[in-house]
């Protein structure tokens, strides 16, 4: 999906962020990302109207928003994932 996003919505040190925005990786998961390159990995953005943190496996410089998910997720978050990446 493509988001016009402003770059001050954007986490430049995802280091900053709270471990507990982390979940444990599979192999799987982690050499789809390794497939682009590094800056294009991991970007962070505040949502300010939710005060939550979205992180999109690859966001590229178009703008465009790849996510990889090989597990089962709930509606909720897929419709929470969505919304926040639609223009």
């Given at each position: 999906?493509?988001?016009?996003?402003?770059?001050?919505?954007?986490?430049?040190?995802?280091?900053?962020?709270k471990k507990e925005y982390y979940r444990k990786e599979?192999?799987?998961?982690?050499?789809?990302?390794?497939?682009?390159?590094?800056?294009?990995?991991?970007?962070?953005?505040?949502?300010?109207?939710?005060?939550?943190?979205?992180?999109?496996?690859?966001?590229?410089?178009?703008?465009?928003?790849?996510?990889?998910?090989?597990?089962p997720i709930t509606l909720a978050e897929l419709n929470?994932?969505?919304?926040?990446?639609?223009?």
């Amino acid at each position: 999906m493509k988001k016009d996003i402003l770059h001050s919505d954007i986490i430049q040190d995802v280091s900053l962020i709270k471990k507990e925005y982390y979940r444990k990786e599979t192999v799987w998961h982690r050499d789809w990302k390794l497939a682009f390159p590094l800056s294009f990995r991991e970007v962070a953005f505040y949502d300010a109207a939710n005060s939550d943190i979205h992180r999109a496996d690859i966001f590229t410089p178009s703008g465009y928003t790849i996510e990889f998910q090989n597990s089962p997720i709930t509606l909720a978050e897929l419709n929470s994932r969505e919304a926040f990446t639609q223009i």
